[in-house]
Each structure stands twice: as structure tokens, then as C-alpha cells.
């Protein structure tokens, strides 16, 4: 008995050490490398000359692209991928089994944006109270919502020197505000669009959405908003809500239920486009402020590439600002007098602009 307990012993450490590891395999191109979309990839997985797979399957996203029988490379098509990072993995199966190798690719838009200048049309007055957030134009009116908070939250401390959020309707002309109701001072307000008879506003940081009625700015309802890093921008296309959150993902929401449905992520030629802010969609494209600087881009909704880019410095030069204004911030479209509005937060000027390619 004690014998052949010693030989099923020997039979197991035969068995152990006779298992096989797993093979060495690497796989190319190397990760973070950068392509332009429309560009052929070349992705290969590398092994020793002696292993032989059954087949090797290639995927992008986990979505199967195609198959290989050896070594030769895959070419990908990446006209149609979206941009930003890519995870390309490579399945190699042999004797039953199969183990996986990744690496990453970057795709960057096929060009530069184009770039514009501008022209200013007319000047009009704004009021230096509000610290713009999102603002349209509508049946002659504009309707803007303003950020701010007067009153902390409990358990937390925030700067209370912008004031409480509000949304309003204003009069272009004149600057002057028509109608206006103040948002719960505990909250941030942020981006609004007009859905039909409503407005919706975004807040910053607690994931709150409000909706009101856009003739009497009645709040009829809130929702949670768990899409996203943060509430910024918003803008609506007609069928759709686009939202960002501070980095460089605009979110696409459903008009009704104001659930998150896809998303792009936007890039120029150069890399990923962050802090994207208040958003206008016009004519086809979105219109966006970069917080915190002169500029806005001009995206394409399909794909997020950067397809244009204007540097607004000389608009409100710096040392020309009225007293205590902020950045550059809120972009409204009349679409009937195919006309673009710009302001700035705490701005006492709106200007009526046209762009102009250099």
C-alpha cells in the first residue's frame, strides 16, 4: 500500500513539472502610440519560432476585428473607430486552450482644426451680476443661467462670493432681466437648454437636474444626474441632450428621461481637448467654450474631432474687462437671424460675433 502511494506520488510531481507555461507572447504596436483616424494599424503578436497556434483572434474594445492562422499582421481600419484610446487584444489559441495580450492605441483626428478669426457685429449690455453658466437665445429672448451658491451645504464649505444661482430671461437690447427665479442656494447651477415648453438646468457637483417651465419658470421636477465626473455645458440638437463633465467626454442624454445613451470624446490633432464648458449646438456641430481660456472649438457630434478652433483674446481683452469679470463663457445661437452671441461671466458686454477663417 505504502508502495503505491509512493509511485502516485512520483506520477503527480511528473505531472506538475511536466505542465507547460504559458507561452511568451508580446504583441505590437506599442502602447500609447498615436494614429490619425483613417490610418491601416499593423498589429502582430510576436512569439518564438517553434510555437504554432491553432488561430489568433484580434480585438478592438472586445469587439472581433479578425483572425490569423500565424504571425502575419492584422492591418485595422480605423476610419470608423471613435477616437481616443483604443484597447486592441490579441487571443491566440493553441491545444484547447487560449490566453490574451493587449496593448493601446491613441486615435487622433485625420487633421487640424481650421483656423477662424471673428468679426464684431454689435454690442450689446450685460448684466455684471450673473455668473454665466449656460445661455440661449429663444423667440428674441435670451435665457441664461447663472452659478453661484450662498449657502453651504451641511458637513461642507464652499466660497459663497459669486452669490446664489439663478435662471433668467433677459432682454438682448437692453440687458435687462425680464424674469427670473433663484435656485436652491445649496446648489451650483450650470448649463441649461430648452427642451419644447421646458428649460433644464445642470448643477456642478450634486448631481441634480432641474426642470421648469419655460413660460413661468415654475420648477415642475428634478432628477438624479449620475452621468459624468461633474455638471457643466448642455446644448440640444433637437433629438438629443449633450452634456459635459469637465473633461474631454461629451455625453450624449435621452430628451425625456435625461439617461445617458453614448458619449464622444473630443480631440484635435494634438491630443485629448479637457475642461470642455458651456455648449451650443449650431448648425450641425457644437460650439464650446474651453474654461478658462479665449478659446472655442467647434466639434463634430459624430466623431469628436476638433474640426475648428477660434481665439476669442481680442474680443474683451483682459485689461479692458469691467470690474470683477471672469472668463469667457456662454455662446447662444439665433438660428432664424443665423446670428452667434458670446459673453463672459460677471461681463457687462454681449457681443454679437462672426466667424472668419483665416
Known sequence: MKYKFILLAAALVTAIGCKQPPVNITISPEAGTNYKAGDQVAVKAHYAADFKPDSIVYLVDSVKMGSMKDSSALNLKTDSMPLGPRIITARVYSEGKNQEISTNIVLLPSKAPVEYTFKTIKVFPHDTSCYTEGLLYQDG????????QSQSPPGKSVDLSIGQSSLRKVNLNTGKVLQKTMVDPTVFGEGIS???????????????????????????????NNVGVEGWGLCFDGKRLYMDDSTNRIWFLDKDTYRQTGFIDVYDDKGAVNNINELEYIEGK??????????????DPKTGAVLEKMDMTDLYPQAKRNLNADVLNGIAYDAQGKRIFLTGKKWDKLFQVEFVEK
Open 194 to 224: 430648452i427642451i419644447g415648453n421646458k428649460i433644464v438646468q445642470l448643477t456642478w457637483k450634486e448631481k441634480i437636474g432641474y426642470i421648469y417651465d419655460k413660460d413661468t419658470f415654475k420648477l415642475l421636477n428634478t432628477f438624479n
Open 141 to 148: 429672448f435670451l435665457y441664461e443661467s447663472g452659478g453661484g
Open 286 to 299: 457644437i460650439y464650446a467654450n474651453v474654461y478658462e481660456t479665449n478659446n472655442i472649438i467647434v466639434i
